[in-house]
């Protein structure tokens, strides 16, 4: 099993940054992949961006295209979403998830597929 922790949250005016981290607690992190979802109140959780597990591949939720960056440091143990240009709307608990396995090229966009995630973050995004 993998435990994972975000962090980074906050509150942040419209058009400003924040960098999310997420740390697994296992050494093994590199045998896993990663991805960031959120869930705003009164919503399913959505994807967000998605890195395979050596970080070869990324993906990206077409609402965040251009403006967020998932990477990852498989020495490290953790995971980060840079986010910059944020909007109302990106406002959410976000949620680092991670899969076991998959290919060194894979990186998944469901929720379902991912076994393990965190307590979440609070990104809070004012107009």
């Known amino acids: 099993q993998v435990q994972l922790v975000e962090s980074g949250g906050g509150l942040v005016q419209t058009g400003g940054s924040l960098r999310l981290s997420c740390a697994a607690s296992?050494?093994?992190?590199?045998?896993?992949?990663m991805g960031w979802f959120r869930q705003a109140p009164g919503k399913e959780r959505e994807f967000v961006a998605g890195i395979s597990r050596p970080g070869i591949t990324t993906g990206y939720a077409d609402s965040v295209k251009g403006r967020f960056t998932i990477s990852r440091d498989n020495v490290e143990n953790t995971m980060n979403l840079q986010m910059n240009s944020l909007k109302p709307e990106d406002t959410a608990v976000y949620y680092c998830e991670a899969k076991v396995g998959g290919s060194n090229y894979a990186y998944y966009s469901r929720s379902a597929e991912y076994g393990y995630w965190g307590q979440g973050t609070q990104v809070t995004v004012s107009s």
């Open positions: 296992r050494s093994t992190f590199g045998n896993y992949a």
